[in-house]
């Protein structure tokens, strides 16, 4: 868990260091899109796509 936090923690230093604030919504964004991924499976990720949504 410490590699995790690691990384967390050197990507909010970036952000805010170099004022690139519009990147932290997309970053929480593919955060929930792997956990559902990974918890749900991917067949119901295919079927998003396949419907268009």
Known sequence: MSKISYILKEMGH??????MYFIAPILILFAIIAFLAYHIGPAIIISFIYAGI
Do not use: N, R
Not at 14 to 19: F, G, L, P, R, T
């Open 14 to 19: 970036m952000i805010k260091k170099e004022k």
